[in-house]
């Protein structure tokens, strides 16, 4: 399989999506599988993983419908609130329907760092594990200490780092990123997504340069059979077309074998996630 392994949709208006400043103006438009679906066929991408973008059960719904109706769509992160007593009872209620590969939170907003090890997090997280339902960690770098210590917790529960964890390339953040990767990476639950860097490069004048040193090195502690290709449509616009997204990256493997490159544009994504061909 050929899979990008993160992407997003939303319509203005149907929801709050609080995160959308007026800085992020190219973002405020509608966009759904019809902006998507061409992107896919003209990479030779069999599907996508469409991802959560706000704290809505709402919308976790929404994208699950549209994935029972588009077959390009081969599963959703959705959001539950993991927080809550009857999380068990509502992801229950989710599976019901077909589609549902992973939970996400943004963990990257909240106030408390250790949020991921507060108590009911972790009740949470344990009823994913008991399901066999992904988490995915969008997390900075702060963030990783943490991520390390509920991944050792949750040893079978499969666990996808989001946008490498999100090092501030623009500024060359590199060693608390580096050594904090490099731990996480020692868990054989985890796996790495090669996505949302050019959004923390400089959006203006980057270059597959300016990533390839995070992309080695998160390829080197991993391995490419736990790194997976996400593009970060549309949020990649900020900084990027989505041909400018996979053509750096492409260029930034172009060293590993076709099986190793066979592992980061898809198959890890599949086994990560349960998809299906």
């Known amino acids: 399989m050929r899979v990008d392994a993160h992407q997003h949709f939303w ?23 019809g902006e998507l679906k061409p992107n896919l066929e003209r990479h030779g991408l069999n599907c996508s993983v469409l991802v959560q973008t706000i704290s809505s059960f709402d919308e976790t719904r929404w994208f699950m419908e549209l994935a029972r109706e588009h ?29 549902l590969v992973g939970i996400r939170h943004q963990v990257h907003d909240e106030l408390d760092d250790g949020w991921l090890v507060r108590d009911d997090v972790c009740n949470g997280l344990g009823e ?7 988490y995915d960690l969008l997390i900075r770098p702060q963030h990783l200490a943490v991520s390390l210590e509920v991944a ?6 499969t666990f996808v780092i989001d946008h490498i964890a999100k090092p501030a390339i623009a500024k060359g953040q590199w060693d608390d990123w580096a050594n904090g990767i490099k731990k996480l990476a ?8 090669l996505s949302g860097m050019i959004t923390e490069a400089d959006w203006d004048n980057w270059t597959a340069a300016d990533i390839q040193p995070y992309v080695e090195h998160v390829i080197e502690v991993f391995g490419p059979e736990r790194c997976m290709f996400g593009s970060d449509w ?16 492409e260029k930034c493997v172009d060293a590993l074998s076709s ?17 299906e061909a």
Do not use: H
Not at 259 to 275: D, H, S
């Open 234 to 249: 549309p949020v990649c616009l900020l900084a990027g077309t989505y041909e400018r997204v996979y053509a750096a990256l």
């Open 71 to 99: 077959d390009f769509i081969g599963g959703v992160v959705g959001w539950v609130d993991l927080q809550s007593p009857q999380v068990g009872r509502t992801l229950d209620e989710l599976r019901e329907l077909p589609g």
């Open 259 to 275: 099986c190793e490159q066979a592992e980061v544009f898809g198959n890890t994504a599949a086994r990560a996630y349960g998809l």
């Open 11 to 33: 319509q203005i208006g149907r929801y709050d999506y609080v995160w959308m400043g007026p800085e992020l103006g190219v973002l405020r438009n509608d966009f759904g599988q």
């Open 128 to 134: 994913l594990a008991r399901r066999g339902i992904a």
């Open 186 to 193: 020692r868990c054989p639950n985890v796996s790495c997504k």
């Open 152 to 157: 050792r917790r949750f040893g079978d529960l």
